[in-house]
């Protein structure tokens, strides 16, 4: 199971990404899943793919891409899966949802556009009549509701010292923090000659807010502390292989070059915040819990998707 996991709740589309693990346990309530519900939440699927990188972009690189299809279908019936699992634990626990609810939810959503038409294609690409539509807003926010209440359960447990040690030795490397400050500029030339004033003694956050284009030179180019996976690679495998007090080379990222100076590392249990910890002993035990649901369910399915299934098991092992 992956540390840093978020807290997330189904969102009104219907997008959920979380790992599952492996459904092994046939014990419990029995699920049918067939290959029409499969197909056409795949279909909604793509289409919300193919407006997030425009039609192009879809055409030319991902509609036939043979691991994306395959990723996205291993994605897809985990989804459906869980969403049908999850809607049962909902209605045992007689969560509701009233119409005056399904329909603020749906005017939110036919007031984010400007013409009517847009409205009325986008119903048309996710396969949807404004029925069904409400329909889905209705199932959602229910989902959305049973899991909050879930989360916010979890989000109370207060682990004691010595759970939160034994989880920060299992995954020290996903703890780790630095802080940094850096210099943006559009030019390598640029961050040479900044560099080199640097080198000379001259003081990195005047430099900062003479000089660099990113907001945080009205802090003297302090980021704060991040991990790993908060920035664009180029920029972290580089802070992260610096030491306290050291100043970079210029280095290159899309949105130009940085000139970074490490202020602080944390590296140990006692300098991490045992708030992220905290927060992340909370977001595996609603891992947990998650996969409890999942494990107990007895889910039938064609073969077809047994296989997409089966696909997918092997590739998370």
Not at 11 to 26: D, E, I, P, R, Y
Not at 104 to 123: A, F, H, P
Request: with cysteine.
């Amino acid at each position: 199971m992956k540390i840093m996991k978020k807290v997330l709740l189904l969102a009104m589309t219907g997008l959920m990404v979380l790992q599952l693990a492996a459904c092994s346990n046939k014990s419990g309530k029995e699920f049918e899943i067939t290959i029409d519900e499969f197909n056409n939440v795949l279909e909604q699927y793509k289409a919300k793919y193919m407006a997030q990188v425009g039609e192009q972009t879809w055409n030319d690189k991902l509609k036939d891409d043979k691991a994306f299809n395959e990723n996205l279908e291993e994605l897809v019936l985990e989804q459906v899966i869980l969403e049908k699992v999850i809607m049962d634990e909902a209605i045992t626990a007689k969560i509701e949802v009233t119409d005056e609810e399904v329909n603020k939810e749906l005017d939110t959503v036919k007031s984010s556009y400007t013409k009517t038409e847009d409205y009325e294609e986008y119903l048309s690409k996710n396969n949807f009549t404004e029925e069904t539509f409400k329909e889905d807003i209705k199932k959602q926010l229910i989902l959305t509701k049973f899991l909050k209440s879930k989360a916010d359960e979890i989000m109370k447990i207060e682990p004691n010292e010595k759970e939160l040690k034994k989880l920060y030795d299992q995954y020290v490397s996903a703890f780790k923090k630095v802080q940094a400050s850096h210099i943006l500029v559009d030019t390598e030339e640029k961050a040479k000659e900044i560099k080199a004033k640097l080198d000379k003694g001259e003081d990195f956050a005047t430099l900062a807010k003479e000089f660099s284009s990113c907001p945080s030179k009205e802090k003297g180019g302090d980021l704060g502390y991040f991990a790993s996976n908060e920035m664009i690679a180029e920029f972290s495998n580089a802070a992260f292989a610096m030491s306290v007090g050291e100043i970079s080379d210029p280095v290159k990222s899309s949105f130009g070059y940085h000139v970074i100076k490490v202020t602080d590392i944390r590296d140990t249990y006692e300098k991490t915040d045992k708030e992220d910890i905290k927060y992340q002993y909370r977001a595996l035990k609603y891992d947990e819990m998650i996969n409890n649901f999942i494990k107990d369910a007895n889910v039938k399915m064609p073969k077809e998707l047994e296989k997409i299934r089966e696909r997918g098991n092997k590739k998370n092992k």
